[in-house]
């Protein structure tokens, strides 16, 4: 007797499912993008230079990815309610131990080794899940999830600076570690979907399901938005570190560089929602929107330097942060599109892990053109160059997806054709000749 299925509920329980990845979102990907506050503070107390500081931080990025395959497997092999959860005791460990203030290098390793491994296993089930909840408003809803991470990062900027101030910097990360502990509830909000729901994942066998997918790398698609990946990577993070120094060298007051990121993070929030709202108003596939906000964004990085004075640089800079905003709202749900909802828990962490490539290149070879020129316009004309090349990738990747799904469509129709003579049912026919 045939099963019956249903494809994801895209909507009802959904919501609080994209309610508690908003918060997971903020209380992870922010605290991240907010660990610059205690950076001064670090340096200072333990007298180090700049560079030697800074290892907290990459090291933080560097688990974030890296941690990525280890979480989606789990994920696989759990679910995602019980990664969020231990993603958030280990996120509540690092930062109370890193409270200790025993050495740097134990900074190293609770700070960078745990907080960042707590932060991919809180991340990426968070993200797996939305997925797995929606199909038809599946844009929206990531957009609606992903956007707490700014809107989180806009609260906490300040939020942090009045801890580190009233608590001392070791007090602060006593606080912090606290209020991520509530990740653990966001975990337990994460109902897992009946077996039916999970659409072609489950006409599977189960132990199939609970399998990581390397295997994922052999698809053409899939390494082709690696490279794209990698490309965007090494762009994305060049922009916010040089556009305060930028703009200060060209001799605007100190106050206002520093405007210039909040702007940029409610520009993002806002192109995040209408990015979202757009891609489901299918009026272009995700893969070509994604290549047209890329190439934009690419362009808007090429001619900033353009902007002399602060309200051209404020102007490129909100044109930059709407456009960045559009590109976080559509690549990770594009995945679904290239290894289907089956493979998207797999490409998900090897995308993230390949991604890191391009994060650890981007900021180091913009400082260094940077050393080399004296000029800051120097980073900005290397990530431009980055995104535009990277929008390349993800055409080809569009093509190639449609080329696979215009074979699928031949192929059921010959079955079809093929089962109406022989008088068989197309699906039990399909099924016959693929064994």
Same mark, same amino acid.
């Given at each position: ?36 506050? +205690? ?52 996120? !509540? ?66 939020? !942090? ?98 405007? *210039? ?73 594009? *995945? ?14 090897? +995308? ?27 980073? +900005? ?11 390349? +990738? ?42």
């Amino acid at each position: 007797m045939k099963s019956r299925r249903t494809g994801p509920p895209d909507g009802g329980y959904g919501w609080v499912v994209v309610a508690s990845a908003f918060f997971v979102m903020g209380l992870s990907a922010a605290v991240l993008k907010n660990f610059g506050h +205690f950076f001064l503070d670090i340096q200072s107390h333990f007298g180090v230079l700049a560079s030697t500081t800074s290892w907290v931080t990459s090291a933080a990025i560097a688990m974030f990815h890296i941690g990525a395959p280890a979480a989606s497997a789990l994920t696989l092999r759990f679910s995602q309610r019980v990664v969020i959860v231990v993603g958030g005791l280990l996120c !509540f460990l690092g930062m109370s131990l890193a409270s200790l203030d025993l050495s740097l290098p134990w900074l190293y390793l609770t700070m960078g080794f745990l907080e960042g491994s707590g932060i991919s296993f809180s991340w990426v089930p968070a993200m797996s899940m939305v997925n797995h909840y929606f199909a038809r408003w599946r844009p929206i809803a990531y957009a609606l999830a992903s956007s707490g991470e700014c809107v989180f990062s806009m609260i906490f900027s300040p939020v !942090f600076k009045w801890l580190i101030e009233t608590y001392t910097w070791r007090g602060a990360l006593l606080i912090i570690g606290g209020l991520q502990l509530n990740l653990c509830v966001c975990g337990a909000l994460m109902r897992p979907l009946p077996a039916a729901a999970e659409d072609d994942a489950a006409a599977l066998p189960s132990g199939r399901k609970a399998v990581f997918q390397c295997s994922l790398l052999k698809k053409p698609e899939l390494l082709l938005y690696i490279l794209f990946a990698v490309f965007a990577a090494a762009g994305f993070f060049i922009p916010t570190l040089f556009l305060v120094p930028f703009a200060s060298s060209l001799g605007v007051e100190e106050y206002w560089p520093a405007f *210039i990121l909040s702007v940029l993070a409610v520009a993002d929030l806002a192109g995040r929602l209408f990015c979202g709202w757009l891609a489901n108003m299918r009026l272009l596939r995700s893969l070509q929107l994604l290549a047209v906000v890329t190439t934009l964004t690419g362009m808007v990085l090429l001619l900033l330097p353009v902007g002399r004075n602060f309200w051209a640089i404020l102007g490129f800079a909100l044109l930059y942060g709407f456009l960045f905003g559009c590109m976080v709202a559509l690549h990770v749900t594009s *995945i679904v599109d290239i290894v289907t909802l089956e493979g998207f828990d797999s490409g998900l962490g090897l +995308f993230m892990l390949f991604r890191s490539i391009g994060g650890f290149i981007g900021p180091p070879a913009g400082g260094w053109l940077v050393d080399q020129t004296g000029d800051y316009s120097a980073a +900005f004309y290397l990530s431009g160059c980055c995104l535009v090349s990277s929008a390349a +990738f993800v055409v080809l990747v569009d093509c190639l997806v449609q080329r696979r799904k215009s074979a699928a469509a031949e192929d059921h129709q010959t079955l079809e054709q093929q089962a109406g003579k022989l008088g068989r049912d197309p699906e039990t026919e399909e099924l016959r000749l693929t064994g």
